[in-house]
């Protein structure tokens, strides 16, 4: 009659893997804590843009439009990877995937036409466009 082993006597692998990670990790950040370069100048806390100082402040509030088309871009980009995904399985798909990819695209296209009728894809706000002869 064979033994089987218990499930604690499983997972030691996993205990002896997790620790060499702690004690390597732990070894890696003591050793450059000891063997890094010291600095004490006033130019080591000051930020490096391309050998340009600095000027004003790093917390600039820019305006939510920048976000909206940022966040425009992300989901229209996701889409553009589900049809490409698509288009790499059309055969197999047949009329059916077809059928259901015009559909979301049909989805997209609504929904580009109500985010530009909503005036979300504009850059500027109504007075900045009202003073450019803008509608």
Known sequence: MSAEPTYDALLWPLGVYIAGAVILAAALIALSCLLGQKHTAKAADRPYESGIDPTGSARIRFDIK????????????????????????????????????????????CALIYLWRMGALEAGTRLQRSRDGRP
Request: glycine share 4%.
């Open 66 to 109: 920048y976000y909206l088309i940022a966040m425009f871009f992300v989901i229209f980009d996701l889409e553009a990877v589900f049809i490409i995904a698509w288009s790499i399985s059309l055969r197999e798909n047949g009329w059916a995937g077809f059928i259901e990819i015009s559909v979301f695209i049909a989805i997209l296209i």
